[in-house]
Each structure stands twice: as structure tokens, then as C-alpha cells.
T-cell receptor
């Protein structure tokens, strides 16, 4: 089993603050995806990163894939209440299994 | 925008009963998946399906579980003789693989299964 650890597990911040969520593993992944999940709903894809060192931006969200393709980070600038949710990373191996991280629950307080 | 749909949204069943969870993947997708998420825990891979057969399965996916693509649109997960610990959200996902591109899986809204 390829384990993906996310940190922090819980994060509560004020609107307008910046934050970074980390996704770490000892395994190498062919690609890594970030999802956001609302309570009672399915994960919604935010981004896929493939190349080591790759950086992708989605409005106020910046995603980076580690050089060794074992870890990733999600940085949110000027967080808004609408960013509240569970953020999940998921790594794909050379087969077609996706391994999900433990999740980071973000609360942005207005 | 095309999306994965799942039915029912909620299912309550008695322990020992059989349940069938249904999914309609995105129409041009060829790879299908089932995941589960026990309340408060992480999303866990169950099985992947391609070309009318299972391509990979996890240790969770034992003989109690089976999957089927009975027609051109539906993808089902059957759980025989349900146990209390089968209570979870079950997510279906589908993807289309493109040469030279990473696979992207799209998830359905889930079926919440409660076994009493």
C-alpha cells in the first residue's frame, strides 16, 4: 500500500490569510491529483500534476509537484470562506490505482 | 458538462442483505472505478474495470463484492451479504486515458450505504 500523508489534518484560518497544505509519501507517483470534497459529496478534481517540479496555478491556488514526484503542496492565497472544504491529494501509480491522502479539513472564517 | 451519476443517493439495508449500487459513467470514458469512504476516514480504492473485466482490485474487494457493466451505460457494484462495517460512502469514478497525458478520474456524488 502506498501511503500519502497530508498535513495539517485540520486548519482553521481567518479570511484573507494564506495557507499551505502538504501531501507527502515515500513512494513515487506517475501523477498526482488534488481534489476538494464537500460534506456528503464526491471529490471534485482541482488539478493534475505530472512532471517533477511542476507548478500549476488555478486562480488563488498554486499546486507544486515535488522534484522526485513523491510529494506535493497546495498553497492558497488570500483564503475565502468559499475555500472551506476537505482537500485531498491522490497519487497514481504506473497501474491504475489511485491512492488517496488522509485529507486536510480547511475552515476559513469570515 | 458531462458528469458521473450514481443511484441511489442513500441506501439503508439490513445486515446480510444484498445491495446493488449503480453508476452511470461519463459516456466516452472507458475506465471505471469504485471507491469507498468510511465516515471520517480517507477514500479507499476498491476496484478498477476496463474492457469488461476487472483490471485491479484492493484487498478490501473480496468475494463479497462484484462489479458488472450490464449494458453500455451502467456500472454496478454488488455487495453480497452486507456487514455492519460495509457502511460507508461509495464513490464511482470514470476516466479516459489519452496517450501522453495523465489519467484524470471524475467522481460521482456517491451513495451513502447504511447497514443496520
Amino acid at each position: 500500500t502506498q501511503l500519502l500523508e497530508q498535513s495539517p489534518q485540520f486548519l482553521s484560518i481567518q479570511e484573507g490569510e494564506n495557507l499551505t497544505v502538504y501531501c507527502n509519501s515515500s513512494s513515487v507517483f506517475s501523477s498526482l491529483q488534488w481534489y476538494r470534497q464537500e460534506p456528503g459529496e464526491g471529490p471534485v478534481l482541482l488539478v493534475t500534476v505530472v512532471t517533477g517540479g511542476e507548478v500549476k496555478k488555478l486562480k488563488r491556488l498554486t499546486f507544486q509537484f515535488g522534484d522526485a514526484r513523491k510529494d506535493s503542496s497546495l498553497h492558497i492565497t488570500a483564503a475565502q470562506p468559499g475555500d472551506t472544504g476537505l482537500y485531498l491529494c491522490a497519487g497514481a501509480n504506473t497501474g491504475n490505482q489511485f491512492y488517496f491522502g488522509t485529507g486536510t479539513s480547511l475552515t476559513v472564517i469570515p | 458538462e458531462p458528469e458521473v451519476t450514481q443511484t441511489p443517493s442513500h441506501q439503508v439495508t439490513q445486515m446480510g442483505q444484498e445491495v446493488i449500487l449503480r453508476c452511470v459513467p461519463i459516456s466516452n470514458h472507458l475506465y471505471f472505478y469504485w471507491y469507498r469512504q468510511i465516515l471520517g476516514q480517507k477514500v479507499e480504492f476498491l476496484v478498477s474495470f476496463y474492457n469488461n473485466e476487472i483490471s485491479e482490485k484492493s484487498e478490501i474487494f473480496d468475494d463479497q463484492f462484484s462489479v458488472e457493466r450490464p449494458d453500455g451505460s451502467n456500472f454496478t457494484l454488488k455487495i453480497r451479504s452486507t456487514k455492519l462495517e460495509d457502511s460507508a460512502m461509495y464513490f464511482c469514478a470514470s476516466s479516459v486515458r489519452q496517450r501522453g497525458a495523465a489519467e484524470t478520474q471524475y467522481f460521482g456524488p456517491g451513495t451513502r450505504l447504511l447497514v443496520l
